[in-house]
């Protein structure tokens, strides 16, 4: 009896066997793997920590430019008493420029000057009405013959040139590089210093609407390339005097203006001071954009995800700033950074809080599920064709296997093709003028797909779910997170195709394990769901009624957590008929 009972066991296949040896070996070789990334990632800490002192000098203020005197480094040139020698000098590192300018003129009968500037990046007629025509007119007089060389060029700065932006300077270096960047250089003979004449040719474009941030209802305003118009469209909208803006000028070759901006009674001093210290441990040769800022101070450079978030649009930034975060900002580029950052944060826009809270809370879960389904869409389609058939419904399965009739490759391969035929038209889509570009995008796709299904390349229901898989990538609104979640979509289809279901649930195991250790400036990435935070849940993935997001959110820390008034709370207490209650 024991016997016949053996003999109806089945023993398991060899593809059982390495499945169940698969995944009983797959989560330590994770916890191996990502044990070593945390160990490689302290020794890069320690070997930041030990790095040299940071050469990137922030910009004082005008206040302690009055406090302190000018620093004099080892390397740096300085002036001399004689004009000849100071113009011979810079002629030496810049005469070869065309654009060199030299307006020679004379104070009274003894005292020579000289006005040098760069013809293509200083205002020539803001010189001609506010320097030359008031030193012409000093010259005449003849007050300046008697007068000390030194005591004279402070009395040019401080009494007779009518110009807001003034610096007095004995660095040659200094000078050279104030040239090259817009200002102008006037040199009197027998000085050591020179005052530099703010006079910057201004090239802004109109400020319009960000195209990459577009909303139904919204300001339309977005940042521009000029670091000083940015500012200006922040302090616009943020009267507060605890707005606070760090300047650091970053770049051996090519100087460039970074600020940072942040709200002094909101956010963390650790945070602004970690802030601080990456920004000024660059040392790069030119900083073109904001992205070097970005990868450059990042915490994790392994992972897939962005740790800051970008943004052309001033009002996020304000909204980011009254939380607690801070902005960094490079002149030259339109996009803030804004850190730290979480990964809801990358599925919200600021159309959610200017809609009512129902709508704008369904959005959201929507744009939830398009990433769900933008992520695993294909690998889910291939692990059923594939491994799971007994899992689909009889009359649907039948429907999927007919339409498969015919076609030579596996699901995998199927979806690789579409997949990377939609990359390819998406990148071409981009790079090519805009109504050039939306028509190959579209025409492109019907194409590519309507061929493909004829030719038996593809199977009409793939080719819906690629399609899909495409549209709910575009509802995602931050373009880095889409990048990150396409490049793991190509990793879950590989191992959906490797074990199936199984695959997908060891990928989606590796990838909590990730995310989970990701940090942004000291937040855990996928704050506020783990460390749980009741009150951050407010604004996660539903948006409550404003009225009842009093607090900023308690993973920042900030210094003054409550956010809206007495008044404002008293405001939204209303009963379910929509009317004032009555107390």
């Known amino acids: 009896m024991i016997m016949r009972d053996l003999s109806l066991l089945k023993i398991p296949t060899w593809d059982i066997w390495l499945a169940a040896g698969f995944s009983f070996l797959a989560p330590y070789l994770v916890y191996r793997l990502f044990h070593w990334l945390g160990t490689n990632e302290q020794f890069m800490k320690r070997w930041k920590s030990l790095k040299s002192k940071p050469k990137a000098s922030a910009q004082p203020t005008l206040c302690s430019q009055l406090r302190q005197p000018p620093e004099k480094t080892e390397d740096e040139a300085m002036l001399h008493r004689s004009l000849n020698q100071n113009v011979d000098a810079i002629c030496k590192q810049i005469g070869d420029n065309t654009d ?50 030194n005591r004279f060029v402070r009395r040019l700065r401080l009494e007779w040139i009518p110009m807001s932006e003034l610096e007095d300077t004995a660095s040659l270096t200094r000078s050279i590089s104030a040239m090259l960047v817009g200002s102008a250089v006037l040199l009197v003979d027998g000085s050591d210093h020179a005052i530099l004449i703010g006079a910057k ?98 915490d994790n450079y392994m992972s897939p995800f962005p740790q800051l978030q970008t943004t052309e649009r001033p009002d996020r930034v304000i909204a ?5 975060r801070v902005a960094i900002m490079l002149d030259g580029s339109p996009f803030a950074l804004i850190a730290p950052v979480t990964f809801n944060m990358l599925l919200q826009t600021p159309e959610d809080y200017y809609t009512r809270w129902i709508p704008g809370s369904l959005l959201r879960v929507l744009r939830y599920v398009s990433a769900f389904v933008s992520l695993f869409g294909p690998a889910l389609y291939i692990a059923f064709i594939s491994f799971h058939q007994g899992l689909i419904p009889t009359k649907l399965a039948i429907s999927m296997s007919g339409t498969r009739e015919g076609v030579p490759f596996p699901p995998l391969v199927e979806a690789l093709m579409m997949e990377i035929a939609i990359e390819i038209l998406r990148e071409a889509g981009l790079r090519l003028p805009k109504p050039v570009g939306q028509a190959v995008g579209l025409v492109g796709g019907l194409v590519i797909g309507t061929a493909a299904v004829e030719a038996h390349l593809v199977s009409p229901l793939m080719v819906i779910v ?64 783990v460390p749980f935070r009741s009150n951050d849940w407010q604004d996660f993935l539903l948006r409550l009624p404003l009225f009842k997001l009093v607090l900023r959110p308690r993973m920042l820390k900030p210094q003054d957590q409550q956010r809206e008034t007495d008044i404002a709370k008293k405001g939204g207490d209303r009963d379910g008929s929509g009317r004032q209650s009555q107390s």
Do not use: W
């Open 201 to 298: 040719t201004k090239l802004l474009r109109a400020i319009d609407e960000p195209s990459t941030e577009a909303l139904v209802r919204g300001p339309r305003l977005g940042f521009i390339e000029s670091l000083r118009a940015n500012t200006v469209i922040l302090r616009d909208r943020t009267n507060d005097p605890n707005f606070k803006v760090i300047g650091f000028e970053l770049g051996q070759r090519n100087r460039k203006k970074v600020s940072l901006f942040y709200v002094q009674d909101i956010a963390q001093p650790e945070l602004v001071e970690e802030v601080k210290r990456r920004i000024s441990q660059i040392d790069v040769d030119d900083l073109p954009e904001s992205g070097y800022i970005e990868q450059l101070i990042e």
């Open 100 to 149: 060199l300018y030299l307006r020679p003129f004379q104070f009274g009968q003894h005292m020579k000057a000289m006005l040098l500037y760069m013809d293509c990046a200083t205002d020539k007629q803001l010189l001609d009405e506010f320097v030359l025509k008031p030193l012409m007119r000093l010259s005449s007089d003849g007050v300046t013959d008697r007068m000390d060389p």
């Open 320 to 324: 980011g700033l009254l939380e607690g």
């Open 466 to 529: 690629v399609a899909l898989t495409a549209i709910t990538s575009f509802a995602i609104p931050q373009y880095e997170a889409g990048v990150a979640i396409r490049m793991l979509r190509f990793i879950v289809m590989f191992c959906a195709a490797t074990l199936g279901l199984y695959g997908i649930i060891l990928f989606i195991l590796m990838l909590l394990t990730h995310v989970v250790k990701l940090k942004s400036f000291g937040l855990p990435y996928v704050s506020p769901a």
